[in-house]
């Protein structure tokens, strides 16, 4: 990954995990080692499905730049619905606590948005690619 994408990458990540070690601190008060877990589990997800979309759509950028719009209004539905399914799967589960589970799921993915939305107005990434050093060939006359 460029150094640009990492950096949005830890712009995001750290802010997310940040959230979720609160949420978990949170959870293991009002719901015990349960809501701890789900907390931990719920943070765990968001930062991988959010960091594989974040990886996704970078390639997409750069290897098929016209697709990058509708490929990331794609990506971002698809991970909403996929997060759906997991606290859909998981509302009865006695493995974690599934309310700390699934309110910690939402505020770490808004999390990420916004931390990801401001790493991306702070980053100052070129939209012209400059050349690679190659000068143009001049044609014409020059006099």
């Known amino acids: 990954m460029p150094s640009n994408d990492v ?4 712009q995001a990540a750290v802010p997310t995990a940040a959230v979720g ?3 978990a ?13 789900g907390a931990g589990v719920a943070t765990l997800i968001v930062i991988l499905f959010m960091g594989i979309g974040l ?3 970078q390639r997409t ?5 016209h697709l990058f719009q509708a490929m990331g209004l794609m990506l971002y539905t698809a991970q ?7 606290v859909a799967v998981f509302k009865n589960t006695t ?3 599934p309310k700390a589970f699934a309110l ?24 012209v690619e400059p050349d690679s050093g190659t000068k143009p060939e001049k044609t014409g006359h020059s006099s």
């Open 7 to 10: 950096r949005i990458l830890a």
């Open 21 to 23: 070690a609160v949420a």
């Open 25 to 37: 601190v949170v959870s293991g008060v009002v719901a015990g080692g349960k809501g701890a877990i």
């Open 55 to 57: 990886y996704v759509l």
């Open 61 to 65: 950028a750069k290897s098929l730049p």
């Open 80 to 86: 909403i619905l996929l997060l759906f399914v997991f």
């Open 95 to 97: 493995l974690f606590h």
């Open 104 to 127: 910690t799921l939402v505020v770490g993915t808004l999390t990420w948005i916004a931390a990801q939305t401001r790493a991306h107005m702070k980053s100052k990434i070129l939209y």
